[in-house]
C-alpha cells in the first residue's frame, strides 16, 4: 500500500524568504504525486502535479516541485514566500488507475506560517 | 462556473441522530469521494464512487453511508453508529483518468459537531 510522509508539522519562514516542504512517499510502481494547499474553514486547491516526463515541475502562485525517484521525495519550493502563503500544504500519491476512480493517499500535512 | 457545492457549511448532530451531509458538482466527472479530516491526521477516504449506483468503501466507512443516484450528487450520511462524528468533511471529484490519476476537485467542506 502506498504512503506519504511530511515530516514537518509547523514551519514558519519570513515574507520573501524562500520555502522548502518536504515529502518522501512509498509506492511500488512509478508513482503520480500532487501537492494541494487549504486555507483555514476551506477545501483543497491543487497547486501542482507529476504524472511523468520532466521531473521539475511548476505550478500555479508561483510554487514548484521537484521528483526524486532514488529518494523517494518530492519537495514543493517556492523562491519567496508571500504573507497569504500561509495555509495548510498536503502531499498526495496516487494509487494508480483503478477504474474511472483516482484514489489518493494523503500526507498529514505541513502547516506554515509566515511572519512579516 | 464548474465547481463542488457542500451543504451545509455547518452542522449539529444530537446523540442517536443520523445526518446528511449533501454534496453536488457540475464538473461532469464520473468519480466522486468523501473525506474526514481530523487535525494533525491529514483526509481519511470514506467512500468513492466511480459511477452512478456504484460505491466502495475507503478506509474508515464503519458508522457512515452513500448513495450515487444521479452523476452530478454523492450524499453522505453520518448514522447514530458512529461514535466519533466530530469533523471537518471533504467531498471530491474527478474525470475519469486517461492516463494514471486524475487530480481531485474539493469542496468548501461541512463541519460536524455534536450537540
Known amino acids: 500500500a502506498q504512503s506519504v510522509t511530511q515530516p514537518d508539522i509547523h514551519i514558519t519562514v519570513s515574507e520573501g524568504a524562500s520555502l522548502e516542504l518536504r515529502c518522501n512517499y512509498s509506492y511500488g510502481a512509478t508513482p503520480y504525486l500532487f501537492w494541494y494547499v487549504q486555507s483555514p474553514g476551506q477545501g483543497l486547491q491543487l497547486l501542482l502535479k507529476?504524472?511523468?516526463?520532466?521531473?521539475l515541475v511548476q505550478g500555479i502562485k508561483g510554487f514548484e516541485a521537484e521528483f526524486k525517484r532514488s529518494q523517494s521525495s518530492f519537495n514543493l519550493r517556492k523562491p519567496s514566500v508571500h504573507w497569504s502563503d500561509a495555509a495548510e500544504y498536503f502531499c498526495a500519491v496516487g494509487a494508480g488507475n483503478t477504474g474511472t476512480a483516482s484514489k489518493l493517499t494523503f500526507g498529514t500535512g505541513t502547516r506554515l506560517q509566515v511572519t512579516l | 462556473d464548474g465547481g463542488i457545492t457542500q451543504s451545509p457549511k455547518y452542522l449539529f448532530r444530537k446523540e442517536g441522530q443520523n445526518v446528511t451531509l449533501s454534496c453536488e458538482q457540475n464538473?461532469?466527472?464520473?468519480?466522486m469521494y468523501w473525506y474526514r479530516q481530523d487535525p494533525g491526521q491529514g483526509l481519511r477516504l470514506i467512500y468513492y464512487?466511480?459511477?452512478?449506483?456504484?460505491?466502495q468503501k475507503g478506509d474508515i466507512a464503519e458508522g457512515y453511508s452513500v448513495s450515487r443516484e444521479k452523476k452530478e450528487s454523492f450524499p453522505l450520511t453520518v448514522t447514530s453508529a458512529q461514535k466519533n462524528p466530530t469533523a471537518f468533511y471533504l467531498c471530491?471529484?474527478?474525470?475519469?483518468?486517461?492516463?494514471?490519476?486524475?487530480?481531485?476537485?474539493f469542496g468548501d467542506g461541512t463541519r460536524l459537531s455534536i450537540l
Open positions: 464538473l461532469n466527472h464520473d468519480a
Open positions: 471530491a471529484s474527478s474525470a475519469a483518468p486517461a492516463i494514471g490519476n486524475q487530480p481531485q476537485h
Open positions: 507529476y504524472f511523468s516526463g520532466d521531473t
Open positions: 464512487s466511480q459511477i452512478v449506483n456504484d460505491f
